[in-house]
């Protein structure tokens, strides 16, 4: 398998996984020093960190996810993926435009930087 071909094939399996709300699967996905930062916490977490939130938080109000108008475009050490968050949040529909800065090592996301267009995330 191609770099190339590696990275798609991880940026399938990773976000496929979230819209099923598959915690082993994005586990598999993740390197052991996985790192991820979002520019709504502006804080950096672990890759188990990551996955307490999604199962906490996420998969639980985020409903029927499915990510549309996606575009992945390639890097020489991961790939940048644009996208939007089409959801049902505690009833009512959202959509969240992102951008998330996938870094890849050994065939494993090592890091994540998620920009989310705040002003679309419901206030909790």
Request: charged share 20%; aromatic share 12%; glycine share 6%.
């Given at each position: 398998?191609?770099?190339?071909?590696?990275?798609?094939?991880?940026?399938?399996?990773?976000?496929?996984?979230?819209?099923?709300?598959?915690?082993?699967?994005?586990?598999?996905?993740?390197?052991?020093?996985?790192?991820?930062?979002?520019?709504?916490?502006?804080?950096?977490?672990?890759?188990?960190?990551?996955?307490?939130?999604l199962e906490?938080?996420?998969?639980?109000?985020?409903?029927?996810?499915?990510?549309?108008?996606?575009?992945?475009?390639?890097?020489?050490?991961?790939?940048?993926?644009?996208?939007?968050?089409?959801?049902?949040?505690?009833?009512?529909?959202?959509?969240?435009?992102?951008?998330?800065?996938?870094?890849?090592t050994e065939?494993?996301?090592?890091?994540?930087d998620e920009?989310?267009?705040?002003?679309?995330?419901?206030?909790?």
């Open positions: 398998m191609t770099e190339t071909e590696e990275y798609l094939r991880l940026d399938e399996a990773f976000f496929s996984a979230l819209e099923r709300g598959d915690s082993a699967t994005i586990a598999q996905c993740y390197g052991q020093q996985m790192r991820i930062w979002n520019n709504a916490q502006q804080v950096e977490m672990t890759g188990a960190e990551h996955i307490a939130g906490a938080f996420f998969f639980p109000r985020f409903l029927n996810r499915v990510y549309e108008n996606k575009r992945t475009d390639l890097l020489s050490d991961g790939f940048v993926r644009q996208q939007v968050l089409s959801a049902t949040f505690d009833g009512e529909p959202v959509r969240i435009p992102m951008c998330l800065i996938c870094r890849v065939g494993r996301i090592s890091r994540i920009y989310l267009t705040l002003s679309a995330i419901p206030q909790t």
